[in-house]
């Protein structure tokens, strides 16, 4: 079996979920397994904490030599340009990453990555996608132990990307920075939000108030919360700069890492608000919620958050809902302290569940294994349980 490990984010060093199955299963087919934290530049400019990456190009120059291939992927499989709903129906670089499936159509592909539905995208007989977990954390998450009460709600949108530029501005013409803390980079902002109309259908008349209030932003009449300078690990950054804002909150508006794409993928940002404590409202993909509940266990207090959004597919309709269904719990009309103190156990046994999910080590080979399995079952490659048979040959001790 060969192993190589393509790049990776060291901070988030990849477990031994693929090596710890075949130490329990047999497989009678060659089998090579290749890690890689994917970006579809080889090098993320702007981005040196994550070093060197790999893109769609290097994966097509291996020499593939065994039956199963394995790729084992951190980060979402996306196209160097912003995925277009309206226009564009599947990721260009996962059209490539099946050209390669093509040219070695006597191999089978088994790609494992914390992305969800690219099966759906999968157009060639030797290729199966499956969601993984894979982790292996050594820092810990910091509980939210107190909370003040003084802001409604909080939103970290340090990098400017269209649907967080679209939700920022969409905040602002609300006037919503009297409730809560908007916290976005104006540099970055400036610089990058004025093609987000470009990926949305607003109506004229929210188009109209979008843009006055991008060029309020711009002559800086607006301003921005501070945005603390970014800590070298992401938990590091959580634990020291965040958890200090998160104690200010009840609720969070969570811009996540993909939003126009149907495929949803879970980050830093999703984890945070576990430990953070905070009522959830996602700006994130369609049906994003429903995996974060049914999947993880995750309570995202259906019973206060309308999280009714998370069924609408179009990407304008799910920004601007997922807000207006929620405006009372953005504005003050409604009391988030007592709420919270209601719910408190309700916080604290989601944080249980995610100490699981990211710490618990039987939890995560579980999960993983069955995905392993589903693969394997997909292309009829039969796996024997070594552990079971060295346990039916071992002699029994004379007692």
């Known amino acids: 079996m060969k192993v190589e490990v393509l ?115 999968v157009s060639v007989k030797n290729l199966f996608v499956s969601n993984f977990m894979n982790t292996q954390l050594t820092k810990k998450y910091t509980r939210c132990t107190k909370k003040f009460f003084d802001r409604t709600f909080i939103t970290f949108n340090r990098n400017s990307v269209p649907h ?55 002559l800086d009449h607006i301003k921005n919360d501070n945005v603390l300078p970014f800590t070298k690990n992401c938990i590091d950054n959580y634990n020291q700069k965040l958890l200090p804002i998160y104690e200010h ?25 576990v430990y953070g404590k905070v009522f959830p409202i996602f700006i ?19 019973d206060v958050v309308d999280h009714s959004y998370d069924s ?9 809902s997922a807000i207006d269904l929620n405006i009372h719990l953005l504005n003050g009309t409604t009391n988030l302290e007592t709420l919270w103190l209601k719910n408190k156990e309700r916080f604290e046994e989601n944080c249980n569940k995610m100490d699981d999910i990211l710490y618990g080590v039987d939890f995560q080979q579980k999960y993983d294994e069955e995905k392993i399995k589903n693969a394997l079952d997909y292309f009829g490659i039969k796996y024997t349980d070594v552990t079971v048979e060295k346990l039916s040959t071992t002699p029994a001790r004379n007692l």
């Not at 909150?249 to 608000?273: D, H, M, N, R, V």
């Not at 994130?284 to 259906?302: C, L, M, P, R």
């Open 7 to 121: 790049s990776l984010y060291k901070e988030y060093p990849f477990g031994y979920s693929v090596k710890n199955f075949f130490k329990s299963y047999h497989v009678s087919e060659s089998i090579e397994i290749y890690y890689l934290h994917y970006d579809p530049d080889e090098y993320k400019s702007g981005y040196p904490k994550f070093g060197k990456t790999t893109n769609v190009n290097k994966l097509s120059k291996i020499d593939y030599e065994s039956k199963i291939i394995f790729w084992v992927t951190a980060d979402a499989i996306i196209d160097k340009e912003f995925f277009d709903y309206y226009t564009q129906k599947i990721f260009n670089d996962f059209i490539e990453l099946q050209n390669i499936c093509k040219l070695h159509a006597d191999k089978v592909f088994i790609l494992l990555t914390p992305q969800y539905n690219l099966q759906n995208w």
């Open 164 to 218: 967080r530029s679209a939700l920022i501005c969409y905040l602002l013409s609300k006037n919503m920075n009297k409730y809560g803390s908007i916290n976005f980079n104006r540099n970055f902002f400036l610089k990058d939000s004025f093609n987000f109309s470009k990926y949305f259908r607003f109506s004229e008349k929210i188009q109209r108030e979008l843009k006055t209030t991008l060029s309020q932003i711009f």
């Open 249 to 273: 909150s009840a609720l969070e508006i969570i811009s996540g890492s993909l939003f126009l794409e149907p495929t949803p993928i879970f980050s830093e940002k999703e984890i945070q608000s």
């Open 284 to 302: 994130n993909t369609y049906k994003s919620v429903s995996i974060w509940k049914e999947i993880y266990g995750i309570d995202v207090f259906e």
């Open 312 to 320: 609408i597919e179009d990407p304008t309709e799910r920004l601007l």
